[in-house]
């Protein structure tokens, strides 16, 4: 069973461009939470996705940045106009369910610079 | 979301046990105890996770106080690929796990 997978892996944007990074959950999970981690800091949650809706997205800032999860295929997020305080590793995660109980398995991060 | 707090840092020497602690005092009833491991450059890792009771698995064991207020993950023989950053979350909502500092553990060979 592979697990999450997210592309690309390093990602590098000027100032003003788009950034799209992908993330694939393990098979049969249908909830996916994005994650960034700041250089020198720790994890933040953005933003909880099941298929084709988002849940919570209290942690996502409010311009720029977008999440989805299509009823076919990969979640996407994507920042818009990136700035150099984008520059972070971002994380997907994914679970069966959302449980309390339950355990999210992380991808290995898309590494974002933005020049 | 109730707090936990780790030392920011434990040194082990390889081969031997590491206990490494988190007080979690305002958790309530239905927090679940969470611990979650990163190593450099990867993404976390799920390590264990436990109600009241004490937990093992192949990875590690989780020992959880009478009152909950506190807990344990043990290592039972360090080794050098277990160096990495340990963190303890507590998991109420099952939405979002919110990540603290963590303690970061460095095994001496």
């Known amino acids: 069973n592979a697990g999450v997978m997210q592309n690309p892996r390093h990602l590098v944007r000027r100032r003003g461009q788009e950034a799209r990074l992908r993330c694939s959950p393990m098979k049969g999970h249908s909830h996916v939470y994005w994650y960034r981690q700041l250089p020198e800091e720790g994890l933040k949650f953005m933003v909880y996705l099941q298929k084709e809706n988002i849940i919570d997205e209290s942690g996502m800032p409010k311009e720029r940045f977008s999440a989805e999860f299509p009823k076919e295929g990969p979640s996407i997020l994507r920042i818009q106009q990136v700035v150099r305080g984008d520059s972070a590793a971002y994380f997907c995660?994914?679970?069966?369910?959302?449980?309390?109980?339950?355990?999210?398995?992380f991808g290995p991060g898309t590494r974002l610079l933005v020049l | 979301d109730a707090k936990t707090t780790q030392p920011n840092s434990m040194e082990s020497n390889e081969e031997e046990p590491v206990h490494l602690p988190c007080n979690h005092s305002?958790?309530?009833?239905?927090?679940?105890i969470h611990w979650y491991r990163q190593l450099p450059s990867q993404g976390p890792e799920y390590v264990i996770h436990?109600?009241?009771s004490n937990v093992n698995n192949r990875m590690a064991s989780l020992a959880i106080a009478e009152d909950r207020k506190s807990s344990t993950l043990i290592l039972h023989r360090a080794t050098l690929r277990d160096a990495a950053v340990y963190y303890c979350?507590?998991?109420?909502?099952?939405?979002?796990?919110?990540f603290g500092g963590g303690t970061r553990l460095m095994v001496k060979p």
């Open positions: 305002t958790i309530s009833g239905t927090d679940y």
């Open positions: 995660a994914s679970s069966r369910t959302s449980g309390r109980y339950e355990t999210q398995y």
């Open positions: 979350i507590l998991n109420n909502a099952g939405n979002m796990l919110t």
């Open positions: 436990g109600l009241t």
